[in-house]
């Protein structure tokens, strides 16, 4: 398959999570993420590189505010909302900058999935309805992504092995140990 026909893929899928609300999900964010940082002639644009830190102000959702109440009774739909919360990221061009979260989560979902587990804080309220669903839909898509991709066996026309077994046959059939000493390094 033709690598331009994946980042060109944008199909939408309605998915559906466990309370029940639908929403649209792009089947190859990834590839979509990498590709629109680049021009038509492959120059990348000045683009967040890392997350590096993260400030929470005053009007962010707190834990304790987190569900929506109805007439006194606790409803199990969260609010969702990003408000009051901001990344500092480091650009491409070596300059950090404050984005809010919300700019954040459209361009670069996974990796802000990502910075928000490794530092504990995807149980706030406005990471805890969106990073768990982010998460579980790149694995899935990175799996597929593997799956399509047909596994190299030559490289420079000689057979690589991917076992010990098939270490030992082809050193069997050169007539030397050239494999097996590459495996035991």
Known sequence: MNIMNLLLNTQLYDVEDSNGHVQKYSANIIAQNIYENCD????????VVQ?????QADNAVKKDNQWVYCKGRKHCRQ????VGWKLWCRLSDGTFQWFDLKDLKQSNPVDVARYAMSNNIADEPAFKWWVPH????????????IKRLRATRTKF???IPSSLEECKEFDKENGNTYWMDAWQK
């Open 40 to 47: 038509h002639e492959g120059l990348r644009w000045k683009t």
């Open 51 to 55: 997350i590096v830190g993260h400030n």
């Open 79 to 82: 609010r969702k909302t990003t």
């Open 134 to 145: 982010t998460m579980r839909k790149a694995d899935a898509i990175a799996k597929a992504v």
């Open 157 to 159: 026309g000689l057979k």
